[in-house]
């Protein structure tokens, strides 16, 4: 067996600055993920497919716009449509700390800020799919 | 949803065939990840397959392949017929993870129930990427897609490869990529049924496609004579032996960026596809790919076997016997196999 994690990783809405989601994406490619980068503007709509699509573990959102109590939830929902609740849902950018309680409410498993390390995201992914860091 | 059960073989084939995409989704996993569902999926959907037309998109990294394939889905379904994408990636050989960023150029087909795209890194397997290609784009044949589009990494032996699982390869060549002399090293002049020079907005196209057209016709002497000056006359002669009529890999110019030229080139796919099935060759293709097919799992397949009964102390042994220079490999894999066949 040759699993490997596979990880979307997607800006939701408008903005169009996504330097932060690419060097995520390649900080998780060097940790040795399996990593589907969706590129700016999608929709929550494009995001469920895509990750229905590629049958990712994880989607990871970027988000700097603010508008992430408006786009996180919906994102989650269209996920549940389509069946795949299993997925991990991470949310990385400028969230607000009164936001991010609410989000992880919601059933996000984790919320990144600037300057995260991407071993702390490694290891929010690890224990969320219920592996042993590596 | 629907309560399907997509854990097991008969749960996902069915939801496979009525149309779920999850299903579809997760067979290619199983298929991917090489899980015990692997081969009893593959068995119950083969099938199924052999509809599809399988295109086959390679050439340099930038050239501009996935925007192009990006245009050449759009048309398609501008003549509704269903689309399946494989975007091929590779690996990095340091952290075994790999960064699928294709479908940041497919973006025009999100949305579209009629599309299915899906992003497979290389994995480092030797030859066994080839093989995982063609199992997931049998998946997709079975599936019910017409047109199956697989775009590879751009480099290397193992396009080659992965070009035999298609009827229809398309070279993409750009202007400023290289010469013609790297064109001949990377062995594409064999495999392609179709030039696209794309990014022809750019200046040196014409060039390339000059250059592109030189060395195909020094591919096919037959077709023409050089005359004076380089000029050359069209000269009929007798159809080769295996092919009833020659196919001439047309050159093509496309703007992906703008989809100028996509009509033409899927044009040039589809007449490509018509001369297959009219000349025999799809038959021929088949074969061919049944024969490298049966060869390849056979030559795994022996391998693996052979590998379970051998002794692992045994097999150190002659590791250490070969790397001391007591016995050469070839007489030691012939010791390890005999004293084991009886």
Known sequence: MDRKVRVLVAKPGLDGHDRGAKIIARALRDSGYEVIYTGIRQTPDMIAEAALQEDVDVVGLSILSGAHMALVPRVIEKLKELGMEDVVVLVGGIIPDEDVQTLLDMGVAGVFGPGTLTSEIVETIENALGRQPA | ?342
């Open chain 2, 1 to 342: 949803m629907t309560n399907t059960d997509l854990t097991t073989v008969g749960g996902l084939t069915q939801a496979l065939e009525a149309g779920n995409r999850r299903a579809l989704a997760r067979v290619i996993s199983h298929i991917e990840n090489n899980t015990d569902l692997a081969l009893p999926l593959l068995a119950a959907l083969y099938p199924r397959s052999g509809k599809a037309h399988i295109i086959g998109v390679t050439g340099a990294p930038g050239t501009g392949k996935s925007t192009l394939v990006n245009q050449l889905a759009g048309v398609y379904r501008q003549r509704n017929l269903t689309v399946g994408v494989i975007a091929i990636d590779p690996t990095s050989p340091f952290s075994g993870g790999a960064l699928l960023g294709d479908r940041v150029r497919m973006r025009d087909l999100a949305g579209d129930p009629g599309v299915f795209i899906r992003s497979m890194a290389t994995r480092g397997s030797l030859g066994g990427l080839a093989q995982a290609t063609a199992d997931v784009i049998m998946v997709l044949d079975a599936a019910g897609f017409d047109r199956i589009i697989i775009e590879t990494v751009g480099v290397g032996q193992s396009e080659v490869e992965i070009a035999s699982a298609a009827y229809t390869t398309l070279v993409v060549e750009a202007p400023g990529m290289g010469d013609e002399v790297q064109a001949i090293k990377a062995g594409i002049l064999e495999i392609a049924d179709i030039f696209a020079v794309n990014k022809a907005d750019r200046e040196g196209v014409d060039r390339t496609v000059m250059a592109l057209k030189m060395m195909l016709n020094l591919g096919v002497p037959e077709k023409f004579q050089v005359m004076h000056h380089g000029r050359m006359l069209p000269v009929n002669l007798p159809e080769t032996e295996n092919l009833p009529q020659g196919w001439t890999p047309p050159v093509l110019k496309t703007v992906a960026i703008s989809g100028e030229g996509a009509e033409e080139l899927t044009e040039a796919i589809e007449n490509h596809r018509l001369y297959l099935e009219q000349s025999g060759g799809r038959i021929l293709r088949d074969r061919l790919r049944a024969a490298t097919e049966l060869r390849m799992i056979m030559r795994d397949y022996l391998l693996e076997t052979l590998l379970a009964r051998t002794d692992a102390a045994v097999l150190e042994e002659m590791v250490e016997a070969v790397a001391r220079r007591e016995i050469d490999p070839y007489t030691a894999v012939r010791h390890l196999v005999n004293e084991k066949a009886v």
